[in-house]
């Protein structure tokens, strides 16, 4: 497993590849604020290429918005990746020219193979965000094909899923946003727990609890990795800094994840990889 920033994650034993999202371009604030916004091919080349990056077998994306979902058709196209995600994501793919044969618009819980991996997306939810960033975000579905260059609110939410992938050497849930479905992880296992942290320090103590509950504790978790807590405006570096405090507080947000967790709480650098084990074995980085 490597993480590669926001809610990009490689997941690899070798020989079947998979990511989730596939954000690299990481835009300015000021880009996101005054200008139209298209993949940046260069950063994209390069975060494939730091992370060893020449194929994938899918690449799965947890929701639509432009931190998630932006560079997908790019990215797809490079590594032969089929893309997987809602009616939204497949208007990503569209619009940035992806064959129609390489788009899979998921069910949830669905199982979905690829090598020794088993994929299911499982219902979830966004954190909240304020007033004025969701409805430059936007929250609803993409209507039409996105075609890039376009302003971020193109890059609506569309459905929000978090993914659990089992393969025999161990099992990750992997949340893309700090939100849950009520009881939609009951029926599932995973050894380590991959949960977004930004903006979940600014939430209640009760959010932040019932959060911890339908995810690292409703799957049985033994370690939680915190992800999207990067600074997603600046380029992806193995030292990138958290995101400011304007927009998330990385320490109370650690601590909301940490402080209601039992077991390990690990933070992972981006192009850092981990080797994942089973409960059943003794754990190891590398």
Not at 21 to 26: A, E, L, N, Q
Not at 104 to 113: A, C, K, R, S, V
Not at 212 to 240: C, N, Q, R, Y
Request: proline letters at 7%.
């Amino acid at each position: 497993l490597t993480y590669l920033g926001t809610s990009t994650i490689l997941i690899s034993d070798g020989s079947t590849h998979l990511l989730t999202d596939g954000y690299f371009s990481r835009v300015s604030i000021p880009q996101l604020l005054f200008t139209r916004l298209k993949p940046d091919e260069q950063r994209i080349d390069q975060a494939l290429e730091q992370a060893g990056i020449t194929s994938l077998d899918a690449l799965l994306v947890l929701h639509s918005h432009f931190d998630h979902a932006m560079d997908v058709a790019v990215v797809a196209q490079k590594t032969g990746a089929q893309l997987l995600g809602s009616t939204s994501t497949a208007m990503v793919g569209r619009g940035g020219e992806l064959p129609e044969s390489r788009i899979t618009t998921i069910e949830t819980h669905h199982p979905y193979q690829f090598g020794q991996f088993t994929v299911r997306f499982v219902p979830a939810s966004h954190v909240p965000l304020p007033a004025a960033v969701e409805a430059m975000t936007g929250k609803g579905d993409i209507p039409a094909p996105v075609v890039p260059p376009a302003r971020v609110g193109a890059w609506e939410e569309g459905q929000s899923y978090g993914v659990v992938i089992s393969h025999p050497n161990g099992s990750v849930l992997i949340q893309g946003s700090s939100g849950a479905a009520p009881g939609a992880l009951d029926a599932y296992q995973a050894d380590y727990a991959l949960l977004a942290s930004a903006s979940l320090g600014k939430q209640s103590d009760h959010y932040q609890q019932s959060f911890m509950e339908e995810t690292a504790k409703a799957v049985g978790a033994h370690t939680v990795i915190p992800v999207h807590w990067d600074d997603f405006f600046s380029e992806l570096t193995p030292d990138v800094k958290p995101l400011p405090w304007g927009l998330d507080n990385m320490h109370d947000s650690f601590h909301a994840l940490a402080d209601r967790h039992e077991g390990d709480f690990l933070v992972l650098p981006p192009f850092q990889r981990f080797t994942l084990k089973a409960q059943s074995q003794p754990e190891s980085g590398q």
